[in-house]
């Protein structure tokens, strides 16, 4: 359940004290019903909030970053386990936004959301070569040969083809890889096919955008300028 007047504002309808303004003048109603008590508790999943007759509520298009921490599966429901979506603050709930690829329960760092199923088709599919890049610790030391096998594209044990990625090899036991595509435990398994197993994944990059200073476990909507630097990628 959440007030009224702060799922309005979450919803873009306007500032605090237009929205103030709006209950007021009685252009606001849940289920057709005018309502102008701000206070009120409205359940965003259920109730059809309108104003001036126009419904609100999963319509603004919104794109947010998580800097993930380990532990939460990447899944809209899960019956046994937290998923990331447990991290998002609650007032959110009503924009119905969906993971953006998939980071495995351990893998930390960068995830993005959006409700634009278009956004979400684009930044997925390996045809745009939306880059991510990657943080791993792992066994062993990747050396030139590595580097060479990732960029021709690697063939997993499955027999699975890769496409070429960037292996960039920051000392014993560390390295930063670069894909452009999301199979399942990709980055892990393309380390480990070359003797490299992996204890510690991060994602600190998707496109242009990096984690900045956002702390772990914490989310934040991208600014428009952000948005237009992704959609370019
Ligand atoms: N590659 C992996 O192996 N795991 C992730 O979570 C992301 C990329």
């Known amino acids: 359940m959440e007030r009224l007047d702060k799922f309005l504002c979450g919803a873009g309808a306007g500032t605090r004290s237009q929205v103030k303004q709006m209950l007021k003048e009685g252009r606001v109603t849940v289920n057709g019903v005018p309502e102008k008590d701000g206070g009120r508790k409205i359940d965003p999943e259920t109730a059809v909030i309108a104003l001036d007759g126009q419904p609100l509520g999963g319509m603004r298009r919104a794109v947010v970053m998580l800097n993930k921490p380990a532990g939460f599966v990447t899944a ?40 634009d199923g278009d956004l979400l088709h684009r930044l997925i599919s390996p045809r745009k070569a939306v880059q991510k890049v990657y943080y791993a610790r792992h066994e062993g030391q990747a050396g030139p040969e590595d580097v060479e096998v990732f960029e021709r ?81």
């Open 153 to 233: 594209g690697l063939v997993l044990g499955d027999g699975t083809q890769c496409l070429s990625a960037l292996l960039e090899p920051l000392g014993p036991g560390e390295s930063c890889v670069t894909v452009c595509e999301g199979k399942y435990h990709q980055v892990r398994r393309m380390l480990a096919s070359r003797g490299m197993p992996v204890s510690y994944l991060e994602r600190r990059q998707e496109g242009s955008l990096t984690l900045g200073d956002l702390p772990r476990g914490q989310a934040r909507e991208l600014t428009p300028e952000e948005i237009r630097m992704l959609e370019e990628a």
């Open 76 to 115: 809209t429901q899960d019956d046994t386990q937290p998923t990331v979506m447990d991290l998002l603050p609650p007032e959110w709930r009503h924009l119905d936004l969906k993971p953006v690829g998939r980071l495995d329960k351990d893998t930390e760092g960068l995830l993005l959301f959006t409700n």
